[in-house]
Each structure stands twice: as C-alpha cells, then as structure tokens.
C-alpha cells in the first residue's frame, strides 16, 4: 500500500481573531482612558491605559504561538498603540494638569496644549520609526523610549499624585509640562533602552530571582502607584544614564 501524501490541514479563520482581539481589547481601553480623562475620572484613565499595556504585550506573544501573524495584524496592533500610547496619555494629562496653564496667561495655555500635541506626535513618529526598523536593529535595545514605558510613566505620575498624594494637577503643571516633553523626545531621541527580550522568561533562572520577583509583586500590591512610578522613572532614566556614562568612558579612553 502506497503511503498517501500528507497534506496539512489550513488552520481555522477565526483563530486570527484572537491576537486581534486583544488588541481591539487594548484600543479599546485607551479609548475609554480618553473618555474617562474628560469625565475627570483621572484614576481610572491611568489604570485603563496599564491594562491596554498589557494586552499589548500578549497579543503579539499570542500570535506568535498560535502562528497567526500577519501584516494586518502589525499595522493594526500600530494604530491601536498610538491611541492607547500617544493620544491617550497626552490627553489624560491635558485634561488633568497642561489644561491649567492657560491661568498663568494665554502664552503658557498654548504651551500646554502644544505640549501635549508634542507628545502625541513623537509617539507617531516612534512607532513609525520601529516599523521600519524591524529586523534591522539588535532585539535586545530600543533606539529611543519605547511608547508604552513613555505612557507608563506619564500616567503612574498622574496616578501617584492624584490618588496618593491628593494633589491636582494644576498644582503641579509645570512639573507635568517637563515629564510630558521629557517623555515624548526621549521617544524620538536615539538612546538605547534595554529591550528585556533577551531575558529568559521561559527558561531555568536563579533562585534569587524568583525572590525578586516575589518581593516586586508584594510591592505592587501594596502600593501600585508608587512602585509603577519609581519603576518607570528609573527605566527612563536608564537610557541617558547609559549613554552619558558611555561617553565619559570613551571620553577617558581617548584621554
């Protein structure tokens, strides 16, 4: 008996839904982040643009598991970024603090919504930069502040200081000016930030990382915002820390 040719079987439609799903998940959470920015329900728009942080990060791992990557679902996963990532934080703190300036005379109100234009449109223009860099550039760095970090770090200011410390954000709006343009620019800027795609999630780690990252859970839990906070801060910088300190090395060398 002739052994019959195998054909595989083409795998089912639908399941090209489900990457997309989650992405329509996280668009769908930066846009009600928008929503609730106007509603002046800070707390929750923050919290709304986390969790489009985390469908993020597993739609593209889910695809790839699942072997259902595609074209669409890269531009479409890109779109739903600039909401959840560029419009979204800079609306959020538009409307919690940059909006306030306009009370320090019209000049300073058009810094304000220039400000946070400024950070929408580098967060279109870092992603549109990756797009085209894919493949390109070594996996383990970002070139420039990658735009869920930029966000995370935006709204877990909002959020610390807006539910923890019970300050408004006219209150503190020209430090909100300089985190919203210090967090677009970096964007854009070409300082390398660790990817952590090189770290063995599924593979075997020490001991003492497990501890770790026990220890970071039961912060989180403790204060979320905070932790987020000084996590992202220090994530931020990072990258200019690396930088400068690679250059005075270099500097030396030379010396």
Known sequence: MEPQDTVAKPRPRGI????????????FAGFYAIIAATQGQFSEACVAVFIAAIL??????????????SDFG????????????????????YHWALSQLQFDGPMAGKIGWAAAFLYAACAALRLARF??????VDKRWFIGLASPAAAAVMMSFIWTLDSRMNLSGGQVRWVALAVTVVA??????????????SL??????????????LGLLVLLA????RVLLAGFTLYLLS???????????????AG
Do not use: E
């Open 222 to 225: 403790i204060d979320t915002a």
């Open 56 to 69: 993020d990060g597993l739609d593209g791992r889910i695809a790839r598991m699942t072997g259902t990557q």
């Open 184 to 197: 677009g620019l970096l964007m854009v800027s070409r300082i390398r930030y660790f990817s952590f795609k």
């Open 16 to 27: 090209y839904l489900l990457p997309n799903l989650f992405t329509s998940g996280g668009l």
């Open 131 to 136: 797009n085209t860099q894919v493949g390109v």
């Open 239 to 253: 990258g200019p820390s690396i930088w400068l300190f690679g250059k005075l090395r270099r500097g030396r060398v």
């Open 74 to 93: 890269v531009q479409y996963d890109s779109l739903a970024d600039l909401v959840s990532f560029g419009m979204a934080p800079a609306l959020v703190m």
């Open 200 to 213: 063995p999630f599924g593979g075997r780690v020490p001991f003492v990382t497990v501890l770790l990252a």
